[in-house]
């Protein structure tokens, strides 16, 4: 069971270095995001913490998001890749983990695997920002689309896993991908690759602080300590396995605020200590 927020102590408050976060849901409200997100992300960036949102979303929003927020890299397409601003010369680097001609080669059985969805999943319809992938198939259950069920969302994880891929669902989509990747293994690669940060190390995984909301934030919310669920992670409380750490009072982009500002108040009392 999770506690509230104000169960993370202040000491380990203090030692929080960077915030990863996913984005739908967390830092969304509404599926818009919301000034008091993006305040929230400007001020742990002000302070000085590393800023790493990770996502589901497409590589074309992905761009753009790390062209504009205030963010250090983001992690998309569930793992697929990392895109950042280099810190030196300002521009755009974009990270693949698989290389180019593989991800195209993927393309054949992806068609293949949609065209089983329509056809068996009445309501299941190809997500809006399918033109703007790179690595992953993404079928929309509630964003353009009515809500389908539970049980015609299991179904088309089902159909994802039988053709060998990795599948997993978030509040809009259904996403599946064929790669050795995932939200988690991606984060780790870059948190150590890019930023000196070896997870595998739990003292220096308990310096980073994770900001979640749904199902496929689950891996996350178990491995990283300070795991915090915004309070709109109660809509998916029976399919976690390890609920987060904490809970914000409030949902999405104000709990993530919440969740920021409960860092930042700490490290801002022991600098005048």
Wanted: proline residues 4%; negative net charge; contains cysteine.
């Amino acid at each position: 069971m999770s506690a509230g927020l104000d169960a993370f102590s202040v000491d380990d408050r203090r030692a929080v270095r960077g915030i990863i976060t996913d984005v739908d849901g967390t830092l969304t409200t509404g599926g818009r995001i919301t000034s008091t997100a993006l305040a929230a992300l400007e001020r742990a960036q002000a302070a000085g913490l590393t800023v790493i949102a990770v996502t589901g979303a497409a590589a074309g929003t992905c761009d753009a998001m790390a062209r504009t927020w205030p963010v250090d890299a983001v992690i998309g397409e569930s793992g697929g890749f990392v895109f950042r601003l280099h810190p030196e010369t300002g521009r755009m680097v974009h990270l693949h983990i698989l290389a180019r001609d593989e991800r195209r080669g993927h393309w054949t059985e992806y068609e293949k695997v949609l065209e089983k969805i329509v056809a068996e999943v009445p309501g299941a319809a190809l997500a809006a920002d399918q033109a703007y992938r790179e690595t992953d198939l993404a079928i929309d259950h509630a964003q353009d689309v009515a809500p389908l069920a539970p049980e015609a969302i299991g179904k088309i994880v089902a159909i994802m896993e039988a053709a060998g891929m990795t599948a997993t669902w978030s509040n809009i989509h259904v996403n599946g991908w064929l790669g050795p990747y995932d939200k988690l293994t991606t984060t780790c690669l870059v948190l150590r690759e890019l930023y000196r940060a070896d997870v595998s190390d739990r003292a220096e995984r308990a310096r980073w602080m994770f900001v979640g909301d749904s199902r496929n934030d689950a891996p996350l919310f178990e491995f990283f300590p300070h795991s915090v669920g915004v309070a709109n992670v109660a809509d998916f409380a029976d399919h976690l396995k390890v609920p987060p750490a904490y809970v914000t009072p409030s949902p999405s982009g104000a709990g993530f605020a919440e969740a920021v500002d409960a860092v930042l108040a700490a490290q801002s009392s022991a600098a005048t200590e």
